[in-house]
């Protein structure tokens, strides 16, 4: 964008005489690339008495407004005549016409107000007044020369200007494990979901974690370091003990570092029927946006607290867990156990029952699998499994 402002001052003194009158023309052309757009507003009435004036008189203010747009820059040739009255006097006047052109290049123009101010020392006849569109005739004296000085300034702008967005997208890959024990039915089960490729082989990423190396297609297990897996029955209703040995899992999970590449890692029990396709539905929800903001965030999936059939935590999350999780509490439930140390650690804790169907929740009609839930548990045979998973497919609906 260009915008070109042209300044002119003119001063004259001027002694009146009754002699010969000549009358010279001096033709000036000049050449402008402009288009400017100026307001100006005059608003005055000059009288004058039979009084010599020893001081400057303004005789006009121009405000002259810029005014920000769009500008077409053209170029064109204006032809300047002035015509000069010469009398005969004692006093020659000289006028000497400077004007300035001023280019200046940028990228948004703001308003400038320009103020004009010509004074003529002279000596009026009495008792005269110029009407506002009158304009009485020279009486100066040109030089033989015009001196005509331009000014440049060029501003140089780069070629290219470069815009930067940030997107930020929903976070929706997931990384899904299990924990299998090679004593009992798991094996089978795992084996059935990994023929049909459903449950933890739908996620993005995937591990089965146990106390053999089995092969599952083209996935096999892998060794928990430092625990065979076993944990006793115990406390008041008879469940198992199995803090120590989670423990020891996730610490696997964290030296693996697959994790690590996934917004969200989901446990997943062997025996429950689980549908990542409806858990990045609910992940990339509004109410999870602010996943991987702060501390993270842990997902409560039963109104008696946090279930072990699913548990799901952010990236976030588990990096705060990573750091922090030596100086947790430890009850011998691990999923009281994980529950309480995120708590302790300031990961938020979002409640979000429609991840898990099961008794123990006191779910309704969790074993028709019917419902919208991510996860229904527990389905310990094969056929018992592949027939929830088939009416879940059916009738199964997903959350919004």
């Known amino acids: 964008t260009m915008r070109i402002m042209a300044m002119e001052a003119m001063s004259s003194t001027t002694t009146t005489s009754s002699m010969t009158r000549t009358r010279t023309t001096t033709t000036v052309t000049r050449t402008a690339s402009s288009t400017a757009t100026r307001t100006a507003t005059v608003t005055s009435t000059l009288t004058t008495t039979s009084t010599t004036l020893t001081t400057p008189v303004p005789i006009t203010t121009l405000p002259v407004t810029t005014t920000t747009g769009t500008m077409t820059f053209t170029t064109t040739t204006r032809t300047v005549t002035q015509t000069t009255r010469t009398r005969t006097t004692t006093t020659r006047t000289t006028t000497t016409r400077t004007t300035t052109t001023r280019i200046v290049t940028t990228v948004t123009f703001t308003t400038t107000s320009i103020t004009t101010t010509t004074t003529t020392p002279t000596t009026l006849p009495p008792t005269t007044t110029f009407p506002l569109t009158t304009v009485p005739p020279a009486t100066t004296t040109l030089p033989a020369t015009t001196t005509l000085t331009t000014t440049t300034l060029t501003t140089t702008l780069p070629a290219t200007i470069t815009w930067t967005s940030t997107t930020t997208t929903p976070s929706s890959t997931l990384f899904c494990f299990c924990v299998m024990v090679s004593w009992n039915y798991e094996p089978t089960l795992i084996g059935a979901q990994a023929a049909i490729g459903r449950s933890i082989f739908e996620c993005d990423g995937h591990a089965i974690y146990s106390d053999k190396v089995l092969k599952f297609g083209a996935t096999e297990s892998r060794i928990v370091a430092g625990t065979d897996l076993r944990a006793k029955l115990g406390g008041v209703f008879n469940t198992l003990l199995n803090t120590p040995v989670f423990i020891k899992v996730w610490d696997q999970v964290l030296a693996d570092g697959q994790w690590e590449l996934y917004d969200w890692i989901v446990k997943v029990d062997c025996d429950a029927v689980f549908f990542p396709t409806r858990l990045r539905t609910l992940v990339t929800g509004a109410k999870l946006q602010h996943a991987m903001d702060g501390n993270g965030v842990f997902l409560n999936n039963c109104r008696f607290g946090l279930h072990g059939p699913i548990e799901v935590v952010s990236n976030r999350a588990l990096q705060v867990y990573q750091l922090g999780y030596t100086g947790c509490p430890q009850p011998p439930q691990e999923d009281v156990y994980l529950q309480a140390c995120m708590r302790a ?41 592949k027939a929830c998973l088939q009416r879940a497919d059916m009738t199964g609906s997903i959350i919004p």
């Open 345 to 385: 650690l300031g990961v938020q804790e979002v409640f979000e029952f429609s991840l898990l169907a099961e008794d123990h929740c006191k779910s309704v009609d969790w074993q028709k699998c019917e419902s919208a839930h991510i996860a229904f548990h527990p389905f310990k045979s094969v056929d018992s499994y």
